[in-house]
């Protein structure tokens, strides 16, 4: 509903990660920029664990995760990539993690929720200032390109209402 009313209200662009921008893109008609995950939020959450085990899950909805998989060698632990399409299969694949001996799953809060629920432990992944500012300016320069396109078609259509002699293609 929230969202809903954001577009009824002239919001021209969203910006959201995860799960979220998933429901958002089934929900809305209005463009959306997805905020990244980046090394270093993932620092972060490894950071706030304390430790880091011989084997990582790393959960999330489509493909937001770039670049674990090099900070996995310099680190020396070994990543698990968990790919969510709905949020129905997060039972079953970090289940099917923590079975292949994953004993951390760090991503997003249904991930961490279920990896609770699993008796592993799971650390929640926050967007660093840089990607949420990455994101943001992207859907500035998205909004001004499509303010600029909405104005050049209104000056098209005023100029063909207004041709007397009509336009032949």
Known sequence: DVVREAVESGVEVIVSRGGTAEFIERVVDVPLVRIQVAVT???RALRRNGEYPEKIGIAGFGNILYGFEELGKVLGIEFCEIVLEKQE???E???AAVKNGVTLIVGDAISTKVARRLGVR?????SGKEAVYKALREALQLAKIRREEQRKSELLRMMVRQSEDGIVA
């Open 89 to 91: 299969e997060a039972q």
């Open 122 to 126: 799971g650390e929640l992944i926050h």
């Open 93 to 95: 694949k970090i289940a």
């Open 41 to 43: 939020d993932i620092l």
